[in-house]
């Protein structure tokens, strides 16, 4: 008699608790997809709407307050070779999407990371779900977000957040476990309570590193443009879709590069931002 193992119906069970999830919250997160899905439209026509020599100025006098000159000049020749390829619309809506992502990540992955910090309990139940989220191929995610949320840019934003927070939560972590023992020892001394600590000591000095976890999240998001496309978020990633399925390979290429370039704009600003705090912290 030859003895089986019965197999686990994890496929039933997963089946069974999305459809649970879909029967109950469904209606909620169709509204929040509506409020959110308007507002990258009406972000997105905004700056489509500007005539883009405009948009390029202004967006290389942000980057020169919060940079260099020349990461400014940089950027705005960046933008410009976008806009010559008569890829502005796609630019704009990529660049709406994962700034929004990136919000959303940051907004739910800092409290988490400094829940994880100051909670050793805490952060044994986080760092298996966060290894989870890191490992797990980023299509998978793409299957929640529709019956959630519908085809869009809102599914694309959702399937983009998940993926993007794990190195904030993890950075955001570390750099506050990272604040020097000394000043924490003289805080106490003072005698801060644990949140005063918190706000005037550990994060302050856990910038850079947070800073380091933000670019991270950037970078990601920005990877998830061309999967995003395969359920409607358009952009960048939407372009080069079409080029797949068009056989189209110069298309292709020119949107692949189109999205390197702002992925490089993107970094060279983050890591500025980060150096300029790093040598703010090694200063004091």
């Not at 119906?9 to 999305?18: M, Q, S």
């Not at 050793?120 to 989220?133: E, T």
């Not at 056989?247 to 949107?255: D, K, N, R, S, W």
Request: glycine share 8%.
């Amino acid at each position: 008699m030859e003895f089986e193992i019965p197999r686990i119906p994890l496929a039933e069970w997963c089946d069974i608790a999305l459809d649970w999830a879909t029967e109950h919250f469904s209606g909620v997160t169709r509204a929040i997809s509506a409020v959110i899905g308007t507002g990258i439209e009406e972000i997105t026509d905004f700056l489509v709407g500007l005539p883009p020599w405009l948009v390029i100025v202004l967006f290389g006098l942000l980057i020169w307050r919060l940079t260099t000159a020349r990461i400014a000049l940089f950027s705005m020749l960046g933008f410009a070779f976008l806009w010559n390829l008569e890829l502005w619309r796609a630019t704009m809506q990529s660049l709406v999407l994962v700034l929004v992502s990136t919000l959303f990540a940051l907004a739910i992955g800092i409290p988490i990371g400094i829940g994880a910090a100051l909670s050793k309990r805490f952060w044994r139940v986080v760092a298996p779900a966060l290894d989870m989220m890191q490992t797990m191929p980023s299509f998978v995610y793409l299957i929640p977000a529709i019956p959630f949320f519908g085809l869009g840019a809102v599914s694309a934003c959702f399937a983009t957040i998940v993926f993007a927070m794990p190195p904030t939560i993890r950075l955001t972590a570390l750099g506050i476990l990272e604040t020097p023992s000394q000043l924490v020892e003289a805080a106490d001394a003072f005698g801060s309570s644990r949140w005063q600590k918190l706000f005037k000591v550990q994060l302050p000095l856990a910038i850079p590193t947070i800073m380091a976890g933000i670019n991270q999240t950037i970078m990601l998001a920005l990877s998830m443009v061309v999967i995003a496309a395969m359920i409607g978020a358009g952009g960048l990633g939407g372009e080069v879709w079409k080029a797949i399925q068009r056989l189209e390979a110069g298309q292709g290429f020119q949107a692949g590069i189109a999205i390197v370039v702002l992925a490089v704009i993107l970094d060279r600003i983050t890591q500025h931002i980060a150096r300029h705090m790093r040598r703010d912290r090694e200063g004091v």
